[in-house]
């Protein structure tokens, strides 16, 4: 009996499935292991070796894409990830946004006179942590995934000596700590109520037993921890206190990160949680995402048209980006098919390559300032720097929504998905608070294109692949946001969730 | 003679668990030395592995009890990243506390 008690099948494992995690695994241990080891590598070296990394991981991700089509999502390692096309399009969406990271890092570091590998494997090692997230059908390894993004995005945030970035990561270590806590107390909660931490057997147990006096308390009570504990993670208000802080701290490159692989984890973790493990409880959740969206959208605008740093006024922004977001997050909540995730996953890889060039820009201005990015630094600076500035202006006027570009398409995405089911009023309060938020963006514009500084200003160097991330994320920005259909068809599939 | 005779049940280690960890979410919030704050968010996550493994009795299953290893492993690796961190700031400023970090604002 005992014998028979202790006997364990190991599970299959699925290495093909798991390739893009160990691709990036692999290139952090390289460039730990090897970079350690070796004497200085050539300016870039270390960068390009994360450029490549990311790319196989990527590629890996592209190459799957068929097997669903042909075989359907499935759960793999014995139920604990999830192998679906929401999976593999946030694979995607994460490692274009750590190559480009990567792109921007190699000159900041070189100027800063830091060129060293550490940063490097922190950022394949905070991917990894977000694609274990996007990919998670078990509590348990999702909270693994969130705390491996989160540890190596709080010694990110730090790493550099000035007090600035000291005091970011001191900042986002105590509130990041804090919303983990609570997130964990609330997949303790959740276990207490139905007996499994796999998502899978979660939403499973509310199918076969019926509950005639409501869902348990206990259910609730964890769901209202978990949707804490998210909304920190994608900086929804009332939980957004931390992001100005460690977005205007944090090195540019950090920064760009964050808002990039960070809230697309993040978000991907929500959709897991909300859409895949309680979706019988789409009636309790949403109202709660219904008003964490529009207070996003409406505080996020508000104080960003007030902030006279260029890093914070981003901050705010992505803040009410995460609204937007968020309202594609209310629409997968209605019951039947719609495009809500469709939109949330589009909007996700959209906005992060259009926050990576904005930060790039940022970067560029900081540089011959000494660090300073208020608004003042960008006067002139189409005299200075016209390419550039035009670049700024792409990402600023696609972050506005304006058409033919990728801002646009996604904002058009969530709101449509919105009104198809039938939420008018979170769409008007959408559609009014971006009309907010482009008072900021055109104050940017003003700044650069109109504003004439009297002094003479030294111009901005432009360091060659800050330009290449730069010339990129404008390209895609213009081209995708004029031909969209690709990324709307392969996004259209990934509502199809692995159970 | 009665006190005796009555046996804790999984529910008394649940309300235990809430309790310590509201004591440490509230001494989060009114501390204002780093380091203590860093004890309150342990407090919080033990405090959750104690759910875990009264849960885990409870039901007779062992996800809560596995979920209680990996909490263990995260709380570790919280201590390097978070007395790191903590560290490298007092160090510049020694008896820094919450209220002095305060360069960014706005």
């Known amino acids: ?499 | 003679m009665l006190l005796a005779a009555v046996e804790p049940t999984a529910t008394w280690y649940l309300v235990l668990a809430a309790l310590v960890f509201a004591i440490g979410s509230v001494g989060l919030m009114v501390r204002r030395n780093p380091l203590v704050m860093f004890m309150c968010i342990e407090l919080m996550l033990n405090a959750v592995n104690l759910t875990f493994v009264a849960l885990a009795t409870r039901f007779g299953n062992i996800d809560g009890q596995t979920a209680v290893f990996f909490v263990m492993v995260v709380a570790a690796a919280e201590v390097v990243v978070g007395l790191g961190i903590i560290i490298s700031v007092l160090r510049r400023r020694p008896g820094a506390t919450a209220d002095d970090l305060a360069e960014l604002k706005g």
């Not at chain 1, 107390?185 to 147990?205: F, M, P």
């Not at chain 1, 957004?240 to 809230?263: C, R």
Request: net charge negative.
């Open chain 1, 1 to 499: 009996m005992l014998a028979q008690d202790t006997f364990f099948t190991a599970p299959d494992i699925e290495w093909w499935h798991l390739s893009p995690i160990l691709a990036l695994v692999g290139g952090a241990l390289f460039l730990l292991l090897v970079g350690a080891l070796t004497p200085r590598w050539p300016r870039g070296l270390y960068g390009i070796v994360t450029i490549v990394t990311a790319a196989t991981a990527g590629v890996f991700a592209v190459l799957q894409w068929s097997d669903i089509d042909d075989n359907g999502p499935a759960t793999i390692v014995d139920g604990a990830l999830a192998f679906d096309h929401l999976t593999l399009f946030l694979t995607i969406t994460i490692c274009v946004a750590v190559a480009l990271v990567a792109l921007l890092t190699i000159d900041e570091l070189a100027i800063a006179g830091k060129d060293a590998p550490e940063m490097y494997a922190m950022f394949l090692v905070a991917a990894t942590g977000g694609v274990v997230m996007s990919s998670a059908n078990d509590m348990i390894v999702l909270f693994l995934g969130l705390e491996t993004l989160s540890l190596a995005l709080y010694v990110l945030a730090a790493s550099y000596r000035t007090p600035e970035s000291q005091e970011a990561g001191i900042k986002y270590f105590v509130l990041g700590g804090f919303a983990s806590a609570v997130f964990l107390y609330g997949i303790a909660l959740v276990y207490g109520g139905t007996q499994s931490t796999n998502i899978s057997e979660i939403a499973a147990s509310f199918t076969t037993t019926v509950s005639l006096d409501g869902d348990s308390p206990l259910v609730l009570a964890g769901l209202a921890l978990l949707l804490v504990g998210l909304a920190f993670k994608v900086a929804a208000v009332p939980f957004h206190v931390w992001s100005p802080d460690v977005y205007q701290g944090a090195p540019n490159q950090v920064t760009a990160f964050m808002a990039s692989v960070g809230k697309a984890a993040a978000f991907a973790a929500m959709l897991r949680v909300l859409l895949v493990a309680l979706p019988f409880q789409r009636d309790d959740w949403r109202p709660v995402i219904w008003v964490l969206a529009v207070l996003s959208l409406v505080i996020g605008s508000l104080l960003a048209a007030v902030q006279s740093d260029v890093k914070r006024m981003l901050a705010y922004s992505s803040v009410s980006h995460a609204g937007f977001i968020l309202v594609g997050v209310e629409a997968a909540g209605h019951a039947g098919p719609n495009d809500g995730t469709a939109s949330v996953v589009a909007y996700l890889l959209f906005y992060s390559v259009l926050t990576i060039g904005s930060f790039a820009v940022v970067a560029v201005v900081a540089h011959s300032n000494g660090g300073d990015t208020s608004l003042t630094a960008f006067n002139g600076l189409a005299r200075r720097r016209p390419a550039i500035t035009l670049a700024l202006t792409v990402f600023l006027l696609a972050q506005a929504g304006v058409p033919f570009t990728t801002g646009f398409v996604a904002k058009f995405g969530v709101i449509q998905a919105a009104v198809d089911v039938n939420s008018y009023a979170i769409g008007i309060i959408a559609m009014l608070s971006a009309v907010i938020a482009a008072f900021m963006y055109l104050r940017i514009m003003v700044s650069a294109w109109l504003t004439v500084e009297e002094t003479e200003v030294a111009k901005e160097q432009a360091p060659i692949s800050t330009v290449l991330a730069i010339g990129i994320a404008a390209i895609f920005t213009v081209v995708v946001g004029i031909y969209p259909e690709w990324v709307l068809d392969t996004a259209e599939s990934v509502a199809v969730f692995a159970r």
